[in-house]
């Protein structure tokens, strides 16, 4: 069993940036691929980026590319996104992901998710 729990979010301003962290239980982080996805109000829930257990590889959104960045310490069994040049649009509920399959993460594939977090509120203001 991994719990996750997410925090880091908070009210910026456009142009501005935030650091999400999620600390998972577990003896097993390490063997998860991990990733963030974002629910706005009224929409569905949409992939943001994704890592592999070792961090070699990395996938992001589109809409995000070159402004986020996902990084992993097992370690410390945390996952973070560093999130630059917010804008209006990523007004959204972020939510912490892990699933032993890569391709789960990376793939969106949201209803075979192992494990989600419960989420942390990130305002972009214009």
């Known amino acids: 069993q991994v719990q996750l729990v997410e925090s880091g979010g908070g009210l910026v301003q456009t142009g501005g940036s935030l650091r999400l962290s999620c600390l998972a239980s577990?003896?097993?982080?390490?063997?998860?691929?991990m990733g963030w996805f974002r629910q706005a109000p009224g929409k569905e829930r949409e992939f943001v980026a994704a890592i592999s257990w070792s961090g070699a590889a990395t996938y992001y959104a589109n809409s995000v590319k070159g402004r986020f960045t996902i990084s992993r310490d097992n370690a410390k069994n945390t996952v973070y996104l560093q999130m630059n040049s917010l804008k209006p649009e990523d007004t959204a509920v972020y939510y912490c992901?892990?699933?032993?399959?890569?391709?789960?993460?990376?793939?969106?594939?949201?209803?075979?998710?192992?494990?989600w977090g419960k989420g942390t509120l990130v305002t972009v203001s214009s």
């Open positions: 992901a892990a699933d032993r399959e890569l391709i789960v993460v990376a793939g969106a594939r949201l209803s075979d998710m192992d494990y």
């Open positions: 577990g003896r097993t982080f390490s063997s998860y691929a």
